[in-house]
Each structure stands twice: as structure tokens, then as C-alpha cells.
């Protein structure tokens, strides 16, 4: 049961995820008044929540004893595709982390956010959204089989 409970909330991270980045960018490319900066920092909310969820549910899955084994995952490329396609989304998470902080704390002082980054923050959420794409293809490979090393 907590087998299943796991890969279904695994799957309901990437709708989440998905939706919250492909969001966010658009939000970034709208106007940044104060309600645009609203849409922009809720996405960015549920991207996070996204994004905690498939590391908690992928962890447990790949090493907890719930799925096909540690040694199937560590020995499938695909499995290793997929990782570094989740590292590349984290390293270009960086820029936004830092400046949707920034965004909020000026927000909490009533000051006015700098926007200049916004085009260029949109543009990484829709490279993610890509590569989220990208490591569903690398999923289903490697939950077909293909990829095992020998």
C-alpha cells in the first residue's frame, strides 16, 4: 500500500510541478504589479512544494526497500539520466531562489521589488519545464527496463 501511496504522489508532484513552473514563467512575462508579483510568488510556492515532494518520494522509492531495488536504480543509466536532469533544474534554480527571497522580504517591508530579472527568470522556468519533460522520458524508460548495465 505505501508502495502504491508513494509512486502516486510521485506522479502528483510532476502535474504540480509542472503546472507551477510553466505558471511562474508565464507570470514572470505578464505585468509584475502587485497582483502579477502575487501569481509569480504562488507558482514559485508550489513549484517548491513540487519540487519536495519528488525528492522525498523518489528518495524513499529508489533506496527505502519500495520499489525494484537500490542496485536496479544505481546500475540503470536512465535512472542516471534523470538525475542530472533534476540537478541541472536545481542549478537553475539558484538565480530564482535567491531573488524570489529577495522579492519577498522587500514585499514584507513594503518596498518595491526589482523586476529587471524577470525576463531571463522566465526563461529558466520554461528550460525547466523542459527538462521536467525530458526526465519523464527518462522515467519511463527506466521503468520499462531499458537502461540496465551488465
Known sequence: ????????VHLLALG???GAV?????ALRAPLDVPGVRRVLYADTWWGVAAFLWLATGVARAFGGFEKGTVYYVHNHYFWMKMGLFVGILLL????I???????QRIARGEVIDAAKAPTLAT???IQ????????????????GFGVSN
Do not use: D
Open 129 to 144: 519545464a523542459a527538462l521536467v519533460g525530458f526526465m519523464v522520458l527518462a522515467a519511463t524508460a527506466m521503468a520499462r
Open 22 to 26: 510553466w505558471a511562474r514563467g508565464r
Open 124 to 126: 529558466v522556468s520554461f
Open 1 to 8: 500500500m505505501l508502495r502504491w501511496i508513494l509512486a502516486a
Open 16 to 18: 504540480i510541478g509542472l
Open 98 to 104: 535567491i531573488t524570489f527571497i529577495k522579492w519577498r
Open 93 to 96: 534554480e539558484v538565480i530564482p
